[in-house]
């Protein structure tokens, strides 16, 4: 799924990374009841009791826009919710970097809620990181 997304999952290297990570992060996957194939997946990261992470979130690009990205996110949130998390954050390309792959990304974050924190230079090697958050209660 990543690969058919090279817009966002263009680096070999992450793209690899993200792979690895779904072998032992927890994961949400939303399913073609036609086809039993994966069409979207959300990877999470605790990194405390308090706070988790949207490590990753990816939507067939054939599926874009009919609110399964939206769906994975809404039940990533609840589930935290339920286990006494109280922020949540997703990283993504920062606008001082135009593109308009990621600008649709951030756009899709901010409809759901989620806050621009900060831009870092230097997180990802050139390009700037932009943290958003999101309070659950």
């Keep these: 799924?990543?690969?058919?997304?090279?817009?966002w999952f263009g680096?070999?290297?992450?793209l690899r990374r993200y792979v690895d990570d779904a072998r032992t992060k927890p994961t949400y996957l939303a399913v073609d009841s036609g086809t039993s194939e994966a069409i979207g997946a959300?990877?999470?990261t605790?990194?405390?009791p308090e706070s988790a992470e949207m490590h990753v979130l990816a939507v067939d690009p054939e599926q874009h826009r009919r609110g399964i990205g939206t769906a994975l996110a809404r039940r990533?949130?609840?589930?935290?919710?339920?286990?006494?998390?109280?922020?949540?954050?997703?990283?993504t390309l920062g606008p001082s970097f135009p593109d308009e792959s990621y600008a649709k990304t951030l756009a899709f974050y901010r409809a759901i809620g989620y806050l621009p924190l900060e831009e870092l230079q230097g997180f990802w090697d050139e390009e700037p990181c932009l943290i958003l958050v999101k309070p659950l209660w």
């Excluded at 799924?1 to 817009?7: E, N």
Aim: no cysteine; charged share 35%; glycine share 4%.
């Design 1 to 7: 799924m990543l690969r058919a997304l090279p817009d």
């Design 11 to 14: 680096i070999e290297q992450a």
């Design 42 to 44: 959300l990877l999470v």
């Design 46 to 48: 605790r990194h405390f």
């Design 76 to 91: 990533f949130e609840e589930d935290m919710r339920a286990d006494g998390v109280r922020l949540l954050e997703v990283k």
